[in-house]
């Protein structure tokens, strides 16, 4: 049996008929509940789900448990289902990991386990008995990887939610809407439930989006970090107010900050060193926010490597001071973004 993403599992799960077992896995816990759920709507018979549906918890597991429940016959239906969530897979007892292999080796059936796990960041390439798990899960059943989307499949996920609800939404709109929202799946969708019931029918426009839908930490940092390059002192710290009016966490900002100044000194780097940005990706993990990298590029251009590594030693020294001092945190963030906007005029 085979290795889905969630798109194949869906398209099988609508074509074909249910396996033993599935192990969902992946940092796409929207997509992942998808999955779990149209499992469930096929395997429980509507009306039996007290007689047919067993859930565990994987913090407290018992396996001898999961495995009576699977070995037993459903009522009134064809299927019961045992679903384990966020099981530690790689840190299961000997004991625990020979129950499951044993019920994996002969599955009953008419039983369908589901192993759900987002919890934990399964990687079966660094670990020898997660690989094993999966190609045991595999043989039986299916093992599926929920891994987040890039921002051209977000882009057409929500043009195709929208065009089901009646509404039309452009591919730059859609775009620009993943930019402001974030990259988060369960975020869009959420985002998107407010555009349709605010436009009802019709075309979504750019203004739709940014009247209703609200601006991600990730969007209004880098609106700051562009800001603090390239706009000027009013910008830069209305935008840093806007922060502190959310109650976001000044660590959070700050980690983000960051985050924007690493992205654009790699970049200066790559440049410097006669590279492009499909070199950037093949050496850091950008799946899914390969954006980033491109906005970076496109940014970096007038700005030394000089004044960027300025730009980052000041927020090393800001990421001390809110950490090891009782410094304001409000006055540590406004001194910083001074500091980096006095390093920009002087070209550092």
């Known amino acids: 049996m085979p290795f889905y993403d969630d798109a194949e599992l869906l398209h099988t799960l609508r074509e074909g008929e249910l396996l033993p077992a599935y192990l969902i896995y992946g940092k796409e816990t929207y997509l992942a509940e998808v999955c779990l759920q149209r499992i469930l709507e096929k395997a429980v018979k509507k009306g039996t789900e007290n007689f047919n549906l067993r859930r565990f918890d994987g913090a407290s597991l018992d396996m001898a448990a999961v495995r009576s429940e699977a070995e037993s016959l459903p009522l ?39 192993l759900f796990v987002t919890a934990f960041d399964l990687n079966p390439k660094k670990s020898a008995k997660l690989q094993k798990l999966m190609d ?68 979504i426009t750019l203004a739709d989006v940014e009247a209703v839908t609200h601006k991600s930490l990730d969007a209004s940092i880098y609106d700051l970090s562009r800001a603090m390059l390239q706009k000027g002192r009013t910008k830069a710290f209305l935008l840093l107010d806007e922060l502190f009016a959310q109650r976001q966490e000044p660590t959070v900002i700050l980690s983000a900050i960051s985050s924007a100044f690493v992205d654009l000194y790699r970049a200066k780097a790559a440049l410097l060193a006669g590279k492009d940005a499909k070199d950037l990706l093949a050496l850091f993990p950008y799946r899914g926010r390969e954006f980033l990298v491109k906005n970076a590029f496109r940014d970096v251009a007038p700005y030394s490597a000089r004044t960027l590594r300025g730009c980052l030693e000041t927020l090393a020294d800001a990421d001390l001071a809110l950490k090891s001092s009782r410094a304001d945190p409000k006055i540590v963030l406004e001194q910083t973004v001074a500091q980096i906007l006095d390093l920009k005029e002087e070209g550092r």
């Open 76 to 114: 009134m239906a064809a299927y019961k289902c045992v679903v384990v969530h966020n099981p530690n897979l790689e840190k299961l007892s000997k004991s625990d990991s020979d129950t499951l292999q044993q019920i994996l080796a002969d599955p009953n059936p008419s039983t369908v386990l589901v």
């Open 136 to 203: 045991q899960v595999a043989r039986v059943g299916a093992v599926v990887a929920c891994q987040p989307k890039t921002r051209s499949d977000l882009t057409r996920l929500l043009r195709q939610k929208f065009q089901k609800a009646g509404c039309e939404m452009s591919s730059y709109t859609a775009g620009a809407m993943v930019d402001r929202c974030g990259m988060a799946l369960k975020t869009l969708m959420a985002e998107s439930d407010k555009l349709i019931a605010y436009r009802q029918s019709g075309e």
